[in-house]
């Protein structure tokens, strides 16, 4: 039995799986990993031999080289998704979570779950107001009214930021309805920065918006650990419970039916 079968079988489980609660049907929606993985570790091959993310035909970019994710920015996640087409071809999707170096978009990879123009000029003004706020702030007097007035102008800001970027996001899922962030959100508390930047909402937005029927998907993260350690190279996650698990219940519904037909491959 090759090496790539032994680590599917051992990942094949809710360890590795995507899934969510949906309040429509009241129930939790799950898609498995197991197809997924033996493509993941193809790509891992490739990011380990190619030292860079540029894989599927993007100009040269020192940006896009693997050397990111071993420095100070730390590793990041990557996932692949095995998808099969309407005339039953199948393919492979890929992505990343959140920016790759800054960037959203990456020959090769799914795109974010909004419009790029719009984050960037969303962005723009109100980061270089930020940034001229807390060079106000440190040169001021700490605990000064002046000190305490700036912090809470940039605490404000933020927030608006957030929500004004978490308003962009658009969520398609396989009964055909696109919805918000804030519309498809089940968890208790407000929405967590980085919501629907995963990979698994990436790659299930981009399916169902093409048209795409998901049959695995597998996450690993790939580069110098995490802080917490809670992530360590070249392992597979499931995904995560805090962004995604509140909006996969709505992304992945509609998918149901094709479940029992696959997972016994
Ligand atoms: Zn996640
Ligand atoms: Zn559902």
Redesign the pocket.
Known sequence: MSQATLITRAYDSPQTESRGY?R??K?T?RLGSRKAIEHCLTLIEQLETQNTINLFGAAPDDQLKTKYLLGPARGKMFGVMHCMQPDGATLLLRAFSGQYNGRWEVRGWVPPLFDIDDFSRINYGVEKQIKTITIEIEQSLPHSDKWLLLREKRRKLSQELMRDIHSLYRLTNFRGETTTLYQSYTGPHGIPTGTGDCCAPKLLNHAAKNNLTPLALAEFYWGRKNRSASRQHGSFYSSCKEKCGPIL?FML??LDHHDNKYTAT
């Open positions: 949906c429509s049907c129930t929606h219940g519904c509609g």
